[in-house]
């Protein structure tokens, strides 16, 4: 009996003993907490966590090209055998705006899909009108239709040169990828006249020729259109409408130039 009890004994304190060796705390490191390690949580609370880390940028500098018109057109101040004489073809009307330079500024905290654009650009637009009929300016600075004939298949037309300062609201929709966005651009464009001429193409005797008359044509020196802008990738499309009339008040018939075209080349 007492060799049985003495064995007892000895297993018990051995098994104590091997209980004191073995047993230890065990701290597993959850996911969260890995996380934590790479991530500082405090900025992600304080900052944003910014998943469009590219700067806003715009549409606006680039080649463009379209077609030029004239909209709610009044003659009242002229006799009614002068009515529209300044009606020009709508499809040989062009426009080319060289927009040269850009500059875009977004105006979210952690996004770049709105911001403001400006920059600058030159207009050249042209309006091709019956090849027979130019214009003058009389005494008092207003204009008139005049009659030029040089051959049976000259071309008259009207042209204008400007510079172009735009401020534009723009929204932009990542597709997919943040370069492939669908945008929608709008606002103003002053611009300031830099030049004005008409000009008349013509053959004399087998050769080319024109006769080109730069003038200011009581056109304004100043204005202002509204326009829209749309695209996606290689697709640029815009169209402008002028918040004023061509000519300064009561020197020309009422009109308000239009264009709508597409962009060629964006920089």
Do not use: C
């Not at 701290?27 to 910014?50: C, H, P, T």
């Not at 006799?79 to 500059?103: E, T, V, W």
């Not at 370069?179 to 008349?200: D, M, Q």
């Amino acid at each position: 009996m007492r060799r049985i009890l003495l064995l007892v004994l000895a297993t018990i304190s051995v098994s104590l003993t091997f209980a004191q060796e073995n047993d230890s705390i065990i701290v597993l490191q959850s996911k969260a907490s890995r996380l934590s390690g790479l991530i500082d949580i405090q900025d992600l609370v304080s900052e944003g966590f910014n998943y469009w880390k590219d700067e806003f940028k715009g549409h606006w500098a680039g080649v463009e090209i379209g077609i030029n018109g004239f909209a709610n057109v009044d003659y009242s101040t002229y006799p009614a055998d002068k009515n529209g004489f300044l009606k020009n073809d709508l499809l040989r009307s062009n426009i080319l705006n060289l927009n040269i330079l850009q500059y875009s500024r977004g105006i979210q905290r952690t996004r770049n899909t709105i911001g403001l654009v400006t920059g600058l650009g030159l207009s050249l637009q042209s309006y091709h009108l019956n090849k027979n009929t130019s214009i003058a300016v009389d005494e008092n600075r207003k204009i008139y239709p005049t009659t030029l004939y040089f051959d049976s298949n000259q071309k008259s037309k009207l042209g204008t040169v400007f510079l172009e300062v735009p401020l534009l609201l723009e929204f932009q929709v990542p597709i997919h990828h943040s370069p492939n966005r669908f945008y929608v651009s709008t606002g103003l464009v002053g611009a300031k006249r830099l030049e004005a001429h008409t000009k008349i193409k013509y053959r004399k005797d087998g050769r080319r020729e024109k006769l080109k008359s730069p003038g200011t044509y009581s056109i304004r020196d100043y204005k202002a259109s509204g326009t829209i802008r749309v695209g996606y990738r290689g697709i640029n499309l815009f169209a402008n409408y002028d918040l004023v009339s061509l000519f300064e008040d009561r020197k020309g018939p009422e009109l308000y130039p239009f264009s709508l075209g597409i962009r060629l080349i964006s920089f």
